[in-house]
């Protein structure tokens, strides 16, 4: 069954540096999110991508959150200078066109710490 | 501002007994209701409700969708320790660009004791 790949699992960074969490989204589907998950608490939209471009965003996604798609696979979120609040599970997904919610998968996520 | 609520927080239950999980939201543009069961990691998907009164069914697990009362139900009957995760109901918006993006409740933990 096709799957959404997230690398890497676990990252430690220490405050103030910049990720990059990577994600392989299903080869054709068309629309890409990102979540997160702060431990014990709700699961949170970030962002969501199609077309090459952002269409829709929270408020935690602010100046600091970027996303691109750099080479037609890979879906990258890039944490410019992180903090120590945004240590939480980063999910990425993924959804086919026609398909609206159903369509959703997920990675099993990457493990951020802040120190 | 989108809201699901989930209850109860959590459950303890022994094999063989029967679960009911329930789901609340105030949501505008409803679009559908989603069900995922979370073990250690990613969400992965149950079940996928748009309209009211039909039952979803998937083995031991069902679904139904309330709109008028804005909630949903999830059952599992006969359980199983196998059952024993976090299950987030989540609820999603009619597209509006291509964002549709999802809101999720809390969970319920559910710990199944053999």
């Known amino acids: 069954e096709p799957e959404v790949t997230q690398t890497p699992s676990h990252q430690v960074t220490q405050m103030g540096q910049e990720v990059i969490l990577r994600c392989v989204p299903i080869?054709?589907?068309?629309?890409f999110y990102w979540y997160r998950q702060i431990l014990g608490q709700k699961v949170e939209f970030l962002v969501s991508?199609?077309?090459?471009?952002?269409?829709?965003k929270s408020e935690i996604f602010d100046d600091q959150f970027s996303v691109e798609r750099p080479d037609g696979s890979n879906f990258t979120l890039k944490i410019r200078s992180t903090k120590l609040e945004d240590s939480a599970m980063y999910f990425c997904?993924?959804?086919?066109?026609?398909?609206?919610?159903?369509?959703?998968?997920f990675g099993s996520g990457t493990r951020l710490t802040v120190v | 501002e989108d809201k699901v609520v989930q209850s109860p927080l959590s459950l303890v239950v022994h094999e063989g007994d029967t679960v009911t999980l329930n789901c609340s939201y105030e949501?505008?543009?409803?679009?559908?209701l989603l069900w995922y069961k979370q073990e250690k990691k990613a969400p992965t998907f149950l079940f996928m409700l748009?309209?009211?009164?039909i039952e979803k069914k998937s083995g031991r697990l069902s679904s139904i969708l309330d709109k008028k009362e804005l909630s949903s139900i999830l059952n599992i009957t006969a359980t199983q320790t196998g059952d024993s995760a976090i299950y987030l109901c989540?609820?999603?918006?009619?597209?509006?660009?291509?964002?549709?993006?999802?809101?999720f409740g809390g969970g319920t933990r559910l710990m199944v004791k053999p």
């Open positions: 080869s054709n589907h068309l629309y």
């Open positions: 991508f199609y077309n090459n471009e952002i269409s829709e």
């Open positions: 989540a609820v999603g918006r009619a597209f509006l660009r291509a964002g549709n993006m999802l809101t």
């Open positions: 997904a993924s959804r086919d066109r026609g398909t609206g919610n159903y369509g959703y998968t």
């Open positions: 949501v505008t543009n409803f679009r559908s």
């Open positions: 748009t309209s009211s009164g």
